[in-house]
């Protein structure tokens, strides 16, 4: 049982203090990198730490999403969506769109970049052709 509860605690932790994200597309973004391998207690709370420090602030996640869903709804293959906050800019650029099933989906490159750091990543979302509701897959 005090293995448990020892082995459970970064978990408990974690969750404490990362909160509940209130968005289903951005949830946390962080352009931390780097992150030491997970094997103690220390290790988990210098990589929360970092990621905590270099976590895009909440306006500049808002914008992201906003800017994610407007190239869903509204751009072609090699357009792009541009935002920026005081503190923090990306973008969000179309790379194909394919037809999956009734619908079709759309693939992305997006880029943030916060704190002197960058991080970029693909996501591909899918709308049926019922629907106008966008579920990303995979990662």
Known sequence: ?????????????????SGCSSSPYYGEMSTADRYTTPNNL????????????????????????????FALDSLNTGEHCEWATRTALGNVQVISHYPAGSGYCTTLLNSVMYKGKSKAWRDTACVSGTGNNWQFIGS
């Open 1 to 17: 049982m005090i293995k448990l509860l020892v082995n459970g605690f970064p978990l408990i932790l974690i969750l404490a203090i």
């Open 42 to 69: 220390v290790s988990y709370a210098y990589n929360i730490g970092k990621h905590s420090a270099y976590s895009v602030p909440r306006e500049g996640r808002e914008k992201h999403e906003r800017c994610v869903y």
